[in-house]
Structure formats: C-alpha cells, structure tokens
C-alpha cells in the first residue's frame, strides 16, 4: 500500500462512516507511528476513529431519520472531499498544474505506443 512510501511531508485522510473498522484504526497508528498527520472523516461523531486522527472532519449522520439521507450523506461526502482538494490544490497550484500536464502526456504517449 501507499503508506509504506509516505513520509512526514505527506497528509492521510481516512474515511469511515461508522468509524469503526480495525484496520482503519490500525492504519492510523501506523500513520501516526511515522509521524503522518492524519485526517479522519466520519458521518458518527463518536467513534473509535475519530479518536486516533490529529483532526475529525464529522458530517452528522441523519441516516437513520430520513428517507433521502443516505444521498443525503453522499452529497454531503462529495462536497467535503471537493473542497478540500481544491483547498489542498491550490496550495501548490503552479506545481500540480505542471504534473498534471506531465501525467497526461504520460499517458497519452503510453496509449500511443501500447496501439
């Protein structure tokens, strides 16, 4: 997995509605082990992993009061994860604008040559 290349300059952010499962808790020790800070976000507020991530993102789980509230949650998801990688983004716009641009033509010159 990714988490054995990433090193103290990196961000984690781990999702989990419940926030329950093990081996997410288990992944943020580690991640916290290496010095990685960690983002957790949950749709419950009180959770086991909510507790392990430097910061909770909580989004308020309505699931079990209303008949949309599983789109709902998604949309709620969707916005959340939108934001923050246009905040995440733009904090280095210059330079992920140019690997984007040289991951395109990667991939553009793979598909060329993989005809």
């Known amino acids: 997995s990714n988490t054995f290349t990433q090193n103290e300059q990196d961000l984690a952010i781990i999702i989990s509605f419940y926030g329950r499962s093990r ?20 749709g419950v507020e009180d959770n ?10 909580c989004l308020g789980s309505k699931e079990k009061f209303d008949k949309i509230a599983a789109f709902e949650s998604r949309t709620e998801m969707q ?21 984007i641009k040289e991951n395109l033509e990667g991939m553009t010159e793979y598909r060329g040559n993989s005809v």
């Not at 020790?29 to 949950?42: D, G, H, S």
């Not at 086991?48 to 993102?57: D, T, V, W, Y």
């Open 48 to 57: 086991p992993l909510s507790k392990e991530g430097r910061i909770n993102i």
């Open 79 to 99: 916005f959340l994860l939108d934001v923050l990688f246009c905040y995440l983004f733009s904090l280095n716009y210059d330079q992920n604008r140019i690997k």
């Open 23 to 42: 081996s997410y808790i288990g992944l943020c020790r580690y991640l916290r082990k290496k010095k990685i800070q960690v983002v957790t976000i949950t």
